[in-house]
C-alpha cells in the first residue's frame, strides 16, 4: 500500500540538529508469528515491544473506513537507546518551556538559510517554506545535551503529496478551499533533536459544525492517514455540495426553514449565468419603470412587473405576422379533425429536433453545467454585504451595446429556497 514519502532529513550541518533516532511501523501480527517461530524472547535478550500510538486528532470528517481512528504501531530504533532514555513532561529550551502533547514550530532548510542569510533578500515563500509545525508525543533525554521528540507532523496544504485521495479525487498540494493559515493533522511520526525547536505554536481544531466560530490563528479540520494516502472528509456547502474556505465569504439564508450557508462565489455565478441568459451578447439592460402615482395609473392597464409577471420582461412586442390571418370557421376545423386524428397515429419525427435523452446526466455534465461561464467578459458583479439587505450589484462590460444601463443592482436570493438574503 503506498505510503507519504518521509520528510526529508538532509545531511547534518553545523547548524541542524543530529537525531540518532528513527521510526518504522511493522505489523504487530507479523511479528507474533515470527516470535511464535523463533522462540527467542529471553531476560537477557528480550525482543522490541512493537508500541501503539493512540492518535490524539479526532477529525470531525470521515474517512472511507468508518472505523479509521489513525491509531498507528510503531517502534523507535535503536529501540533499547530509545527506551533506556527518562521520559519527561516537558522540556525548557532558550527560556521557554515546551510540553507533551503540545504543538512546536520545527527549522527546516529555509528556515536555516533565513536564519544565515537575515538581510538578503529571498524568493517570496509558500507555506510549505515556513518552519514544520508538530505536535509532541514523547519526550526522552539521556542528558541536557541530548533531548528528543517524538512527533506527527501536521502538514501544510501544499506538503500534499501526490496520488492524495480527496473523496473520489486524487489530488496534490493546496486545493481551493484551503485557507491561509490552515494546517492538516497526521499521523505521520518522526523523533527530533528539540533543539531544532524554533517556538511554541498555537493550533486550534475548528469545528466546522460550529458556524459562528472564527479561527484567528492556525487550525486544522481535516487529518491526512499516510497509511492510506486518505484525507478526512470536509462539511459541504451551499448548493454546489463543496467545503468552505473561511478566508473568503459566505451568506446565510435568512429563511427559517432553509438557513443554508452559501458561497459568495456561487451567489454571483447563479446571477450572471441569469443574466446572460437575458441579455445575451446584444440586448441592453432597461430597468423596470418607476410606479407612477395613483392618479396616472387608473388611466391605463397594470405593467408585467405590477402584475407579478417577471420583471425582467419588456412592456410591449407588436405582432407582425407574416401573412394575412383570416376568420377560422368551424367547418373548416372539422374537416381538418380526421386528418390531424390520423398524423397523431404513427411516430412523427419533427425536423430539427432532438430525441429526448433518457435517465439522469451524468454528474460530469452537471459540473460542466455548473461551471461553465458564458458571461465571462461580458457582465461581472460583487455583493455589498455591507448594506442591508445585502445586494448583488452587476456591471455591462460589452462595449458594443448601448441603449441601457452599465450597472444596476439586485437583491441576494438563496440558491436553495429563493428567499431573498437579508
Not at 500500500?1 to 540518532?20: G, L
Not at 475548528?206 to 470536509?234: C, G, H, I, K
Request: proline share 8%; with cysteine.
Amino acid at each position: 500500500m503506498a505510503t507519504a514519502r518521509k520528510r526529508p532529513r538532509p545531511d547534518v550541518e553545523e547548524s541542524q540538529a543530529e537525531c540518532p533516532f528513527s521510526v518504522i511501523h511493522p505489523d504487530p501480527n507479523e511479528k507474533e508469528k515470527k516470535a511464535k517461530r523463533r522462540r527467542q524472547d529471553s531476560e537477557d535478550h528480550p525482543q522490541p515491544k512493537i508500541l501503539l500510538q493512540a492518535s490524539p486528532f479526532s477529525p470531525m470528517g470521515k474517512f472511507k473506513d468508518p472505523n479509521n481512528t489513525m491509531d498507528r504501531h510503531y517502534q523507535v530504533q535503536p529501540y533499547q537507546k530509545w527506551m533506556d532514555m527518562t521520559r519527561y513532561n516537558s522540556f525548557v529550551l532558550n527560556g521557554v518551556k515546551y510540553w507533551s502533547e503540545g504543538f512546536i514550530f520545527v527549522a527546516n532548510s529555509s528556515t536555516i538559510e533565513r536564519q544565515k542569510n537575515p538581510g538578503e533578500a529571498l524568493q517570496p515563500r509558500k507555506k510549505s517554506d515556513d518552519d514544520w509545525v508538530a505536535r509532541i508525543l514523547e519526550i526522552r533525554a539521556s542528558d541536557e545535551h541530548h533531548v528528543y521528540a517524538r512527533v506527527y507532523w501536521m502538514y501544510w496544504p501544499d506538503e500534499l503529496p501526490a496520488g492524495t485521495q480527496d473523496g473520489k479525487k486524487l489530488i496534490q498540494g493546496r486545493q481551493w478551499y484551503h485557507g491561509a493559515n490552515e494546517l492538516i493533522a497526521s499521523n505521520h511520526m518522526d523523533v527530533i533533536n528539540v533543539v531544532s525547536v524554533t517556538a511554541p505554536a498555537t493550533v486550534n481544531q475548528w469545528d466546522e459544525t460550529n458556524e459562528d466560530e472564527v479561527q484567528p490563528a492556525l487550525y486544522w479540520r481535516q487529518a491526512f492517514d499516510v497509511r492510506s494516502m486518505e484525507l478526512s472528509s470536509a462539511e459541504l456547502r451551499c448548493k454546489c455540495n463543496r467545503p468552505e474556505n473561511p478566508d473568503k465569504r459566505l451568506f446565510g439564508c435568512s429563511n427559517d426553514d432553509c438557513k443554508k450557508w452559501l458561497h459568495d462565489e456561487c451567489l454571483i455565478h447563479d446571477a450572471l449565468v441569469k443574466t446572460y441568459k437575458r441579455l445575451g451578447t446584444d440586448k441592453p439592460h432597461k430597468p423596470t419603470p418607476v410606479k407612477e402615482e395613483a392618479g396616472e395609473s387608473a388611466k391605463r392597464p397594470l405593467s408585467p412587473s405590477e402584475t407579478g409577471a417577471a420583471q425582467t420582461a419588456e412592456q410591449s412586442i407588436d405582432v407582425k405576422p407574416e401573412e394575412q390571418q383570416h376568420t377560422i370557421k368551424l367547418a373548416d376545423v372539422e374537416k381538418a379533425l380526421p386528418a390531424i386524428k390520423a398524423e397523431n397515429a404513427t411516430n412523427v419525427s419533427v425536423a430539427g429536433t432532438e430525441p429526448k435523452r433518457r435517465g439522469r446526466p451524468r454528474k460530469s455534465e452537471l459540473n460542466d453545467q455548473a461551471s461553465a461561464k458564458p458571461y465571462e467578459g461580458l457582465f461581472e458583479g460583487v455583493i455589498h454585504s455591507e448594506r442591508s439587505p445585502p445586494v448583488l450589484e452587476i456591471t455591462d462590460l460589452r462595449d458594443s451595446v448601448t441603449g441601457g444601463d452599465k450597472s444596476w443592482t439586485e437583491p441576494v436570493q438563496c440558491l436553495i429556497c429563493g428567499h431573498e438574503i437579508q
